[in-house]
Each structure stands twice: as structure tokens, then as C-alpha cells.
Nanobody, 121 residues
Framework: VQLQASGGGLVQAGDSLRLSCAAS????????MGWFRQAPGKEREFVAS?????YYRDSVKGRFTISRDNAKNTVYLQMNNLKPEDTAVYYC??????????????????WGQGTLVTVSS
């Protein structure tokens, strides 16, 4: 499975961005997909994931929405009301086995390259 993330950029606080992650290879619609982010000097952290249900970290609830288009093997992260603390490299990931909402990066099997999101104040 190969994952290709895109959509990052430089925006101002309060703006919106939509990240996309296109999957190819032995990808199945049953796989869970998710987004993580890593800010400079910090550890990678869970942002959101989707399989049958959706899961979010508390700080993005109500602002970010994860969705997927199984026909296109693509997952999206709509980010609204962005804040400077959302600045990070965003990574998409996929789980090729049973998934029950884990937020641990070690439980995700496949990773895309990151896309940088910079939010200025």
C-alpha cells in the first residue's frame, strides 16, 4: 500500500485547508485510515481516523472532519478555523488489520510522506 498526501500550505489563523491522501496498491475499503501530525521538536500525535466510525483528538473536535471516498481510495481531512498550534507536518496512515479506534502510531501499518501545514497568527 502506498499513500500520497497533499494539500498542505501556509494559511492564516481562522482559515481552512483540506488535506487529501490517495492510496494505491493492495488497498481495501475495509482498512482504517488516519491522520497524524508532528510539530517541530514534538512527538507525532494522532489527529483523526476513520473506518466505520470516526475518531478525533480533543483539540480538533468541531474544527476538523475526516472523510473518505472508497471509490477513489482517498481520505480527506477538512480543517476549519485553523490555529497556530495546528502547525505541523501532517501524515496519513492506514491500518491493514482489525481496527478499534487506536490512536497509537505504532498500530498503523502504512504511512505516506508528510505535507506541511503552517498557520500564521
Amino acid at each position: 500500500v502506498q499513500l500520497q498526501a497533499s494539500g498542505g500550505g501556509l494559511v492564516q489563523a481562522g482559515d481552512s485547508l483540506r488535506l487529501s491522501c490517495a492510496a494505491s496498491g493492495r488497498m481495501s475499503s475495509t482498512y482504517a485510515m488516519g491522520w497524524f501530525r508532528q510539530a517541530p521538536g514534538k512527538e507525532r500525535e494522532f489527529v483523526a481516523s476513520i473506518r466505520r466510525n470516526t475518531y478525533y483528538r480533543d483539540s480538533v473536535k468541531g474544527r476538523f472532519t475526516i472523510s473518505r471516498d472508497n471509490a477513489k481510495n482517498t481520505v480527506y481531512l477538512q480543517m476549519n478555523n485553523l490555529k497556530p498550534e495546528d502547525t505541523a507536518v501532517y501524515y496519513c496512515a492506514a491500518v491493514g488489520r482489525y481496527y478499534t479506534g487506536s490512536t497509537s502510531a505504532s498500530d498503523f501499518d502504512y504511512w505516506g510522506q508528510g505535507t506541511l501545514v503552517t498557520v500564521s497568527s
